[in-house]
């Protein structure tokens, strides 16, 4: 079945340097979404991307979608301790249409 | 504007009793999915349904789990005969769409089996 990759498993920064993570689908995505995650909380929706080649921003937030749409990745720049957790991407598999969730990565932020 | 409601928020529950974890989702919302999180893992998927129908279970262990999401009231996911690995995190989720939407999850049940 889909499989939904992501790298780095774990990050950690100093406040102020970027972060970066990437996610790899096995197969191509009709669409992806990102998700992030506080300690202790639960799952939350950022951004969803559609079109090959998309990029989207919300404030030090960057979020692409690959041209054969199946690859993404999300940057932040200058990190701040709010942006710890962990942000998971996800695609839509299975023969109905459910989200299929990468591990995610877990960002730490040094103040 | 509610969002989506799980209850409890934490249940313990010893070896072979029966765990039930529900799930208000969002009003206006008619798709409703059920997620599993190990500590320090990610969301694995068990079942996705509808109003009165289960579209995907195969996310879903094939004994002593179970999910409905009846005409009237919340979705509820069953666990009978718990054991100890069934202690997770369950997270439910809904959307208004399948595909074109984004899913609003639910603070969802620790459940801890002793």
Redesign the interface.
């Known amino acids: 079945g889909q499989q939904v990759m992501q790298i780095p498993q774990y990050q950690h920064v100093q406040e102020g340097e970027d972060f970066t993570t990437y996610c790899n689908s096995s197969t191509t995505l ?2 992806i ?1 990102w ?1 992030k995650q506080r300690p202790g ?5 950022l ?2 991307l559609v079109k090959s080649g998309e990029v989207k921003k919300q404030k030090r937030l960057t979020f692409q979608f690959g041209e054969a749409k199946k690859n993404s990745s999300l940057h932040i720049t200058a990190t701040q301790t709010t942006d710890v957790g962990t942000y ?1 991407c996800a695609g ?1 598999g ?11 990565t ?1 960002l730490s932020v040094k103040p | 504007n509610a969002g989506v409601m799980q209850n409890p928020r934490h249940l313990v529950r010893r070896r072979g009793q029966e765990a039930r974890l529900r799930c208000s989702p969002v009003k206006g919302h008619s798709h409703v999915y059920w997620y599993r999180q190990l500590p320090e893992e990610g969301l694995k998927f068990m079942v996705y349904l509808q109003k009165e129908n289960i579209i995907d279970e195969s996310g879903m262990p094939k004994e002593r789990f179970s999910a409905e999401f009846p005409k009237e009231g919340p979705s509820i996911l069953r666990i009978q005969q718990v054991v100890r690995g069934d202690s997770a995190a369950y997270f439910c989720a809904s959307s208004r769409s399948g595909e074109r939407s984004g899913y609003t999850f639910g603070s969802g049940t620790r459940l801890t089996v002793v």
């Open positions: 009709s669409n979404q998700y909380g639960h799952p939350v929706f951004i969803q998971f839509y299975g023969s109905q249409g459910n989200l299929i969730f990468g591990k995610g877990k």
